[in-house]
Antibody, heavy 118, light 107 residues
Framework: QVQVVESGGGVVQPGRSLRLSCAVS????????MHWVRQGPGKGLEWVAV????????NYIDSVKGRFTISRDNSKNTLYLEMNSLRVEDTAVYFC???????????WGQGTLVTVSS | DIQLTQSPSFLSASVGDRVTITCRAS??????LAWHQQKPGKAPKLLIY???TLQSGVPSRFSGSGSGTEFTLTVSSLQPEDFATYYC?????????FGQGTKVEIK
């Protein structure tokens, strides 16, 4: 049974930073690409970033490029999202998603809430 | 970026009804289309990937079809636990975009 558990959310002021973590168990973490997806309050899903199984490929949605950094530590089975220069519009539940197979998008974690507010 | 448009955005149906949701892509995405189900306050759950492959554990009343730019999710006989919001997602090219969602409510 694959388990995906996010942590690190909270309330932060605009312009500040926050780091999210995602612990994965039940599969060979180092063999799978990983993603972050977010969902603003009352809104739909928005794909944010991807990192390849070995960390050598990364891609981001335009609105977070230069501010967010996705990374992973395969020795700890953990995914990260470093978020800098946070904006009010980054307020969302952030989900960590395993790419269990090629273009097989799931399982999802339960999400962690990030609120950017002064 | 590839845009996905779902129709309808809202659907009212009864238990036992056959329900179909359509997802149209702004350009061809081959078969790289997934469907996710989300219940209030919960994380989304993968139902179908690569257009028509059922994720393990998903009931066979769910099915997917299509290719190119038009895709459908069908629930053959709606059950009480199926009332939720459904999202399509294209995995053809980054950014991997989602449709706006279709909320399925009880009539």
């Amino acid at each position: 049974q694959v388990q995906v558990v996010e942590s690190g959310g909270g309330v932060v002021q605009p312009g500040r930073s926050l780091r999210l973590s995602c612990a994965v168990s039940g599969l060979s973490f180092s063999s799978h690409a990983m993603h972050w997806v977010r969902q603003g309050p009352g809104k739909g899903l928005e794909w944010v970033a991807v990192i390849s199984y070995d960390g050598n490929y990364k891609n981001y949605i335009d609105s977070v490029k230069g501010r967010f950094t996705i990374s992973r530590d395969n020795s700890k089975n953990t995914l990260y999202l470093e978020m800098n220069s946070l904006r009010v519009e980054d307020t969302a539940v952030y989900f960590c998603v395993t790419e269990a197979g090629p273009r097989r998008f799931g399982p999802w974690g339960q999400g962690t809430l990030v609120t950017v507010s002064s | 970026d590839i845009q996905l448009t779902q129709s309808p955005s809202f659907l009212s149906a009864s238990v036992g009804d056959r329900v179909t949701i359509t997802c149209r892509a702004s350009q061809g995405i081959a078969s790289y289309l997934a469907w996710h189900q989300q219940k209030p306050g919960k994380a989304p759950k993968l139902l179908i990937y690569t257009t028509s492959t059922l994720q393990s554990g998903v009931p066979s009343r769910f099915s997917g079809s299509g290719s190119g730019t038009e895709f459908t999710l069908t629930v053959s006989s709606l059950q009480p636990e199926d009332f939720a919001t459904y999202y399509c997602q294209q995995l053809n090219s980054y950014p991997w975009t989602f449709g706006q969602g279709t909320k399925v409510e009880i009539k």
